[in-house]
């Protein structure tokens, strides 16, 4: 099946500074790739997501970014901010008969020190 | 619209008891899904379904029941609770791949504990 590996881990960063996040996927059947945001005691929430069929995507200060080459994608934060401090997973939805399964990242804890 | 309707919030369970959380969505989901989360570990898939009477095992299936007899309810049975059932389980809902949009909507989650 799918495996997902996100890196890094721990992210700390200062406030206005970018953040990125990396994921790597194993199934090159995979054709849906989003990002969720997960703040202590919260559901996951859906932040963006990217098809199989983009590139990148953007919406306001996040991106992220799809290489179906190389497999991998990443998220991007710019000038973050203290309120984007939480844990955030990648996921890989993959196709064909596993219809709608998402696999998730191990998840990265980012701080964004004021 | 309530979303994704999870209960309980909070649960001790001693070894061995049985329980089942429950899960309601009022979207008209076809996907419904079952995931425990551990520190470090992700959010891990226990079992899932595209549709009312289909069911199949995710990736810790072991120790766990389900059914869906209707579209919008998904239960999760413990069977026999073990102390490595301790986790947080969230149950998560979306419209099937190709249809209105693939973005999971998350229940706010059960915090179980067995002892």
């Known amino acids: 099946g799918e495996n997902v590996e996100q890196h890094p881990s721990t992210l700390s960063v200062q406030e206005g500074d970018s953040a990125v996040i990396k994921c790597t996927y194993s199934?090159?059947?995979?054709?849906?790739f989003p990002w969720y945001k997960q703040e202590l005691g919260k559901r996951p929430q859906l932040i963006i997501d990217?098809?199989?069929?983009?590139g990148e995507k953007k919406d306001q200060r996040i991106a992220v970014t799809l290489n179906k080459t190389a497999k991998h994608f990443s998220l991007h934060i710019t000038e973050t901010q203290p309120e984007d401090s939480a844990v955030y997973f990648c996921?890989?939805?993959?196709?064909?008969?596993?219809?709608?399964?998402?696999?998730f990242g191990q998840g990265t804890i980012l701080t964004v020190h004021p | 619209n309530a979303g994704v309707t999870q209960t309980p919030k909070f649960q001790v369970l001693k070894t061995g008891q049985s329980m089942t959380l429950q899960c309601a969505q009022d979207m008209n989901h076809e996907y419904m899904s079952w995931y425990r989360q551990d520190p470090g570990m992700g959010l891990r898939l226990i079992h899932y379904?595209?549709?009312?009477?289909?069911?199949d095992q995710g990736e810790v299936p072991n120790g766990y029941n389900v059914s869906r007899s209707t579209t919008e309810d998904f239960p999760l049975r413990l069977l026999s609770a073990a102390p490595s059932q301790t986790s947080v389980y969230f149950c998560?809902?979306?419209?099937?791949?190709?249809?209105?949009?693939?973005?999971?909507?998350f229940g706010s989650g059960t915090r179980l504990t067995v002892v």
């Open positions: 998560a809902s979306s419209y099937l791949p190709g249809l209105k949009g693939q973005g999971y909507t």
């Open positions: 996921a890989a939805k993959a196709g064909g008969t596993s219809y709608g399964k998402l696999t």
């Open positions: 990217i098809r199989s069929n983009v």
């Open positions: 199934d090159s059947a995979s054709n849906y």
């Open positions: 379904s595209v549709g009312a009477g289909i069911t």
